[in-house]
């Protein structure tokens, strides 16, 4: 995709409000992946000549801003999911965010995060060591990785969390961490108890996995469980009606094209990542169908 000046204009004013998120723009850009200071600084001055368009796309993605115009809809667990991050913000609390793979928890999440101050997203994965997990957390707070070993670095990361106002911390895909890794939650959960919110999000893998380290009396679990309210926050199932409504804001009008778009998504356990896809191949065939008529 050919980005445009109009495209490199939002993509700065999103990193923008990114870095307003953090105590200055050199933290901000050590949250990114692969991106410097000196072309977070050169972004932010309107100075994009010699930044390449993968680079602002990476930006782009990096900090939740969407090129594709894809509208965002309030569904029911679109609000539900808002509910856990906003409650856990402000009044401190642990929760265990739960639902099916493409419902919605990552977009709410990033957009959450866009859209509040002091809210950290951390993306969680099988191979992580303690050391990955430690070095995440503090690159996403704008905190020092480097040069310090590694009780330093949690420490100097949990120590900038704790200062600020009503911090939050989303570590998705938490049923993907080892025991080893989740473990080491109990420690950032006793150095950060009354002073920041933190929300794990997972699909129902981890009720079984819950229950198997309960019921064979697995390290940690009962202190994890305890910690987490011993319950998990269930979303719901996505509805034909939270499709029927995407459709219809990014554009779809024909009927027969929305019909179409339901009738893949139920075949597809109604996966919102699906819908996308769809809806969008949908436009696009729409679009082709109007230039052609156009040439005729």
Same mark, same amino acid.
């Given at each position: 995709m050919k980005l445009t000046l109009t495209h490199k204009d939002a993509i700065r004013d999103a990193l923008l409000s990114y870095c307003d998120n953090y105590p200055s723009r050199s933290r901000a850009s050590e949250s990114l992946q692969d991106v410097s200071a000196a072309t977070v600084s050169q972004i932010l001055n309107s100075k994009y000549t010699a930044i390449s368009d993968d680079m602002f796309t990476r930006i782009a993605v990096q900090i939740g801003f969407s090129l594709d115009n894809w509208t965002l809809t309030e569904s029911d667990n679109f609000r539900m999911a808002t509910y856990v991050f906003s409650d856990s913000q402000m009044y401190k609390n642990v929760t265990w965010l739960v639902g099916?793979?493409?419902? %919605?928890?990552?977009? &709410?999440?990033? #957009?959450?995060?866009?859209?509040?101050? $002091?809210? +950290? +997203?951390?993306?969680?994965?099988?191979?992580?060591? !303690?050391?990955?997990? /430690?070095? =995440?957390?503090?690159?996403? /707070? %704008?905190?020092? &990785?480097?040069? &310090? $070993?590694?009780?330093?670095?949690? =420490?100097?990361?949990?120590?900038?969390?704790?200062? *600020?106002? $009503?911090?939050?911390?989303?570590?998705? #895909?938490?049923?993907?961490l080892t025991d080893c890794v989740l473990n080491y939650f109990i420690s950032i959960y006793n150095r950060l108890e009354g002073r920041a919110?933190?929300?794990?999000?997972?699909?129902?893998?981890?009720? !079984?996995?819950?229950? @198997?380290?309960?019921?064979? @009396?697995?390290? %940690? +679990?009962? #202190?994890?469980?305890? !910690?987490? %309210?011993?319950?998990?926050?269930?979303? @719901?199932?996505?509805?034909?009606?939270?499709? +029927?409504?995407?459709?219809?804001? $990014?554009? *779809? #009008? @024909? =009927?027969? =094209?929305?019909?179409?778009?339901?009738?893949?998504?139920a075949s597809t356990d109604n996966d919102l990542r699906r819908v996308k896809r769809v809806v969008h191949a949908q436009k696009r065939r729409s679009e082709s169908r109007v230039q052609k008529g156009e040439a005729e």
């Open positions: 099916d793979a493409g419902c %919605g928890k990552t977009t &709410t999440a990033i #957009e959450f995060r866009r859209s509040h101050r $002091n809210v +950290y +997203y951390i993306l969680c994965s099988e191979d992580m060591k !303690r050391s990955d997990f /430690v070095r =995440e957390i503090a690159k996403q /707070v %704008g905190a020092p &990785t480097d040069g &310090t $070993n590694l009780r330093d670095t949690l =420490e100097y990361a949990l120590s900038m969390i704790s200062f *600020l106002d $009503n911090p939050l911390l989303i570590f998705d #895909e938490g049923d993907k919110g933190i929300v794990f999000m997972s699909t129902d893998y981890i009720k !079984r996995r819950m229950e @198997n380290g309960l019921r064979y @009396n697995k390290k %940690g +679990y009962k #202190e994890i469980n305890s !910690r987490i %309210g011993r319950r998990f926050f269930d979303l @719901n199932t996505t509805t034909q009606n939270d499709i +029927y409504a995407i459709c219809k804001a $990014n554009g *779809l #009008e @024909n =009927e027969a =094209e929305i019909k179409q778009v339901i009738k893949d998504a």
